[in-house]
């Protein structure tokens, strides 16, 4: 089973991709990503994975410095290390049963070998839980659009009812 978790920024797709891994625990493999908020205003976003490790992927005090999205600058190299080497390592740990992408973003795809790791995890027999914006891109339109992919629309009012549907979707 595979699932996309759509809705706008904000709504909530992050607290519910976390729910689902902390539920799944051990059986949950992936990455997700956090607001990073400095004086109640957001100034950039970290990437942590199932297995704990965590980096800043995105800052506004990068702007100038790396690629933009926005007004904040990207450290590509964050997304390669950590987020395709989470998906890789989900896809082939015999333990793993899910692998949970937070998110199928325009920051994460400036990464070619992220859009090949997302790509293998639609392909693997495992369950995927992936995040994105609607409307992000034609890729994310791509894998909305194929076979075997289930859309799930995250809102304000479905938000906390979202995780539990989701794990009786995939079974556990």
């Known amino acids: 089973m595979k699932l996309m978790l759509v809705g706008r920024p904000g709504v909530g797709k992050t607290t519910v991709a976390r729910a689902v891994m902390e539920a799944l625990g051990r059986r949950a493999g992936g990455f997700w990503t956090g607001e990073i908020r400095e004086g109640g205003e957001r100034r950039g976003f970290c990437l942590v994975t199932a297995a ?78 992936a995040t994105a914006r609607e409307g992000a891109d034609p890729f994310v339109d791509e894998l909305m659009r194929s076979e075997g992919v289930e859309v799930l629309r995250v809102t304000s009012s479905s938000r906390q009812r979202m995780a539990a549907e989701v794990l009786r979707r995939l079974g556990g």
């Open 52 to 129: 704990g490790d965590s980096s800043i992927m995105a800052h506004v005090a990068w702007a100038g410095r790396m690629p933009r999205v926005g007004r904040y600058g990207v450290d590509v190299g964050v997304v390669d290390r950590l987020a395709v080497s989470a998906l890789r390592s989900a896809v082939s740990d015999p333990e793993v049963e899910c692998v949970v992408v937070d998110e199928i973003g325009r920051m994460e795809l400036l990464s070619p070998a992220f859009r090949r790791a997302v790509e293998s995890c639609f392909r693997s027999p495992k369950a995927a839980v």
